[in-house]
């Protein structure tokens, strides 16, 4: 059985920072990239970062392109998603992927509100 489990939302003050998890179970996750993705309220969902398999290729989106790095650990199957300098306008509900250009798995997500 294929799982994606995000974790680590929470609500945070403009400015904090917060560190999201993807545990991956039932499938080769060190052979597959893994993405990160959000959704805001009455918002299409939009792609954040990207990491391939080995770690070595990793891709940004320019809203979060120097405030936000995206990790990888082959031996625990998780991914992480470090986002610093948070602000509002990274409220959305973040999920985790597998996949580099088309999604292939996908968790159920993990909320992160940035309010004060």
């Known amino acids: 059985q294929v799982q994606l489990v995000e974790s680590g939302g929470e609500l945070v003050q403009p400015g904090g920072s917060l560190r999201l998890s993807c545990a991956a179970s039932?499938?080769?996750?060190?052979?597959?990239?893994m993405s990160w993705y959000r959704q805001a309220p009455q918002r299409e969902r939009e792609w954040v970062a990207r990491?391939?398999?080995?770690?070595?290729?990793?891709n940004y989106a320019d809203s979060v392109r120097g405030r936000f790095t995206i990790s990888r650990d082959n031996v625990k199957n998780t991914g992480h998603l470090q986002m610093n300098s948070l602000k509002p306008e990274d409220t959305a509900m973040y999920y985790c992927?597998?996949?580099?250009?088309?999604?292939?798995?996908w968790g159920q997500g993990t909320q992160v509100t940035v309010s004060s």
């Open positions: 039932g499938f080769a996750f060190s052979r597959n990239a």
């Open positions: 990491i391939s398999a080995t770690g070595e290729n990793i």
């Open positions: 992927a597998s996949g580099w250009g088309v999604p292939g798995y």
